[in-house]
C-alpha cells in the first residue's frame, strides 16, 4: 500500500521511461525503413543495368525498367531521378544505372534522408 509522499510515484516513473523509450523506438524504425528503401533501390538499380547490358537494349530502356521495378516495389516518387548510362568497366564498355531519392522521416515528412545508390553491368558481345 503506498502512503503519502510515494504515491504518485509510478506516473512519474512511466513518463521518465517513456522519455527515453519512445525517440528510440522511432529510431529504429526510421533506420529500418532507409535501410529498406536504400536495398530495393540497389536491387532494382543492379536489375535495371543488368537489363540494358543484354545486346539487343540501351540505358533508356534500363532506366525505365529500373523505375517500374521501384514502383512496384514501393512508391513512384523514389523512381523520379533515375539515370542510366554507357560507362567502361576495366576497359570492357559496361551500363551503370543510378538512383538519386530521399526517405522523408519515417516516411511521414519532415527532414528527408538523401540516397544514391547505382547497379552496373558489363555489356553482353553480339
Known amino acids: 500500500m503506498l502512503r503519502g509522499r510515494e504515491q504518485g510515484s509510478a506516473v512519474v516513473d512511466f513518463v521518465l521511461v517513456l522519455v527515453i523509450l519512445v ?60 539515370s542510366a548510362h554507357v560507362i567502361t568497366v576495366d576497359g570492357a564498355p559496361a551500363v551503370e544505372v543510378t538512383v538519386r531519392a530521399e526517405v522523408p522521416a519515417l516516411g511521414l515528412g519532415g527532414p528527408a534522408v538523401a540516397l544514391e545508390v547505382s547497379g552496373r553491368a558489363i555489356e553482353e558481345e553480339p
Open 23 to 82: 525517440p528510440m523506438v522511432l529510431g529504429i524504425l526510421q533506420l529500418s525503413l532507409v535501410l529498406l528503401v536504400r536495398n530495393t533501390l540497389a536491387a532494382a538499380a543492379s536489375e535495371g543495368a543488368r537489363y540494358a547490358a543484354t545486346s539487343d537494349r540501351g540505358p533508356d530502356e534500363g532506366a525505365a525498367m529500373t523505375r517500374r521495378q521501384i514502383s512496384g516495389a514501393l512508391t513512384g516518387r523514389f523512381a523520379r531521378d533515375v
